[in-house]
């Protein structure tokens, strides 16, 4: 039994292995526009962050009309290739285990509320979660206004809360709200990284994530 009363998850590369749909995507839209050329690390390194804070990040020596150009063409292609990415193993058993318990579960996302809608949709998770927040309604990450609205939403404190991800963004968000943070790594960012935000443990895939949330004290 988890000691949580909200457990937030991240959705790209953390319940969803999207990541490498998402790489492609940037990098047809960098190549239409004729940008300087990025390598998939370099690409997946914004994957957390919102679509404008994503390509300022990618070009930081750009300039606004760049910046735009490169978000609306990335927007242009993903609506134009439709996610067909799967669930991570585990994903789906984890999140009906979690509200089994009568834990609240919500999610806090880079994506816009049109995608993220459309997957939940897509899915069929959406009932799990008792609130959502996305980038183009929120600060985004690493501002912790996500996290600290879905716990005002659910009246908890960050004692009662843990924010999952597998990117910094998603953890260092967490430790601005004054929640725990949990990283996985089967998504953008690397072991390393994830380990440098101090996190209260490192996991590797969501069936560890079930046994961390029931056991804290598991050695992975």
């Known amino acids: 039994m988890s000691n949580y009363q909200l457990i937030i998850f991240d959705w790209d590369g953390t319940l969803m292995d999207s990541t490498g749909h998402i790489v492609n995507c940037?990098?047809?839209a960098i190549t239409k526009l004729g940008l300087a050329p990025l390598t998939d690390t370099q690409i997946s390194h914004i994957i957390g962050l919102g679509l404008n804070e994503a390509v300022q990040t990618l070009?930081?020596?750009?300039?606004?009309t760049l910046w735009t150009s490169l978000a609306d063409c990335y927007r242009e292609i993903w609506l134009k290739n439709p996610e067909q990415s799967p669930l991570f193993d585990n994903a789906r058993e984890?999140?009906?285990?979690?509200?089994?318990?009568?834990?609240?579960?919500?999610?806090?996302t880079g994506k816009s509320?049109?995608?993220?809608?459309?997957?939940?949709?897509?899915?069929?998770?959406?009932?799990?979660?008792?609130?959502?927040?996305?980038?183009?309604?929120?600060?985004?990450?690493?501002?912790?206004?996500?996290?600290?609205?879905?716990?005002?939403?659910v009246g908890v404190n960050g004692s009662?809360?843990?924010?999952?991800?597998?990117t910094e963004f998603d953890l260092l968000m967490a430790s601005n709200a004054g929640a725990d943070g949990l990283g996985i790594t089967h998504g953008a960012h690397a072991e390393s990284t994830l380990t440098a935000c101090e996190p209260k443990a490192i996991v590797h895939d969501l069936h560890q994530v079930q046994t961390w949330l029931t056991n804290p004290h598991s050695q992975f």
């Open 160 to 166: 009662d809360t843990i924010m999952i991800g597998d």
């Open 26 to 28: 940037m990098r047809q």
């Open 94 to 108: 984890l999140l009906h285990h979690l509200t089994a318990q009568d834990i609240f579960l919500g999610v806090a």
């Open 113 to 153: 509320r049109r995608g993220l809608d459309k997957v939940l949709d897509a899915t069929g998770l959406k009932e799990l979660f008792v609130a959502t927040r996305c980038a183009d309604e929120c600060h985004s990450k690493p501002h912790p206004q996500m996290v600290t609205e879905l716990m005002d939403f």
């Open 59 to 64: 070009y930081p020596a750009g300039n606004s």
